[in-house]
C-alpha cells in the first residue's frame, strides 16, 4: 500500500526516496535556521511542529495526529481510542534528568502519534530535549542500526538496554550539523507499519 501524498506517486520505493530527500532538506532548514528555539522542548506540541515542517510538502497528514490504529510486527502501538489521552500524560512526564528524557522517549514511540514519519520526528525531538535540558545531543554516528532498532523493540518492557546505547554516544557538540543529521538518515529505521481494525484490540 502506497500512502497517499502530495507528489502524486504511486510507486513505493520512489515515495520513499523523495520522502528521504525532502525531509533532509527541510530537517537542515530546521537546524541552520534555528526554528525549535522558540519551542517548548517537552511538549508533544513541539513534535507536532517538526513532523509537520519536514513532511508538510508530502502528505496531508504532516503534523497531525493519526486516525489509524498502528503495528509494527505483533506490537501494535497507542491505539487511537486512547491516544490524545496518552500524549497528554506524555506531556506531563518529567525531564530534567537523562533517564527521565529517554523514558518520556519510549513512551512517546508506543504512542508512535504519526501515519508515517515517527522515527526521524521522534529524534530530532529527542536531540531538542538533551540539549535544553542537559547540553547534550546523541552522536548518532556512535549508535548502530541493529542495537538501536532491537533495544527499541525491546523498550517498552525493559528500557535498560536503549538507555545504555544511547548514553554511551552522549557529546556535547550540540551545534554540529552532521551529528544531527546522521538522526533522521533514512537507513537508521524500518517502520514498516500495518493497519488493523480497533474492533480487533479485543481479540
Not at 520513499?16 to 525531509?23: F, P
Not at 551545534?175 to 480487533?200: C, F, P, V, W
Request: proline share 2%; hydrophobic share 40%.
Amino acid at each position: 500500500m502506497v500512502l497517499e501524498n502530495k507528489l502524486g506517486l504511486m510507486d513505493s520505493l520512489a515515495l520513499a526516496k523523495q520522502e528521504e530527500r525532502m525531509s533532509k532538506i527541510r530537517a537542515k532548514q530546521l537546524f541552520d535556521d534555528k526554528l525549535l528555539s522558540g519551542q517548548v522542548a517537552r511538549s508533544f506540541e513541539t513534535l507536532a511542529f517538526i513532523h509537520r515542517f519536514l513532511f508538510e510538502e508530502i502528505y496531508d497528514f504532516a503534523g497531525k495526529v493519526r486516525t489509524v490504529n498502528l503495528a509494527k510486527g505483533s506490537f501494535r502501538f497507542a491505539p487511537v481510542m486512547y491516544l490524545e489521552t496518552s500524549l497528554a500524560h506524555i506531556d506531563q512526564m518529567p525531564q530534567s534528568t537523562f533517564e527521565e528524557i529517554v523514558e518520556k522517549y519510549v513512551e512517546m514511540n508506543v504512542a508512535h502519534p504519526f501515519r508515517e514519519g515517527n522515527g526521524r520526528s521522534m529524534r530530532i525531538w529527542l536531540d531538542q530535549m538533551l540539549k535544553v535540558e542537559l547540553g547534550q545531543v546523541i552522536d548518532w554516528s556512535k549508535v548502530g542500526k541493529e542495537d538501536y532498532l532491537l533495544a527499541m523493540e525491546r523498550s517498552p518492557i525493559r528500557d535498560i538496554e536503549i538507555k545504555y546505547i544511547l548514553k554511551q554516544a552522549l557529546t556535547d557538540e550540540v551545534s554540529n550539523r552532521e551529528l544531527y543529521m546522521k538522526g533522521i538518515d533514512h537507513s537508521y529505521y524500518y517502520e514498516g507499519y500495518t493497519l488493523y481494525q480497533a474492533e480487533e484490540l479485543s481479540c
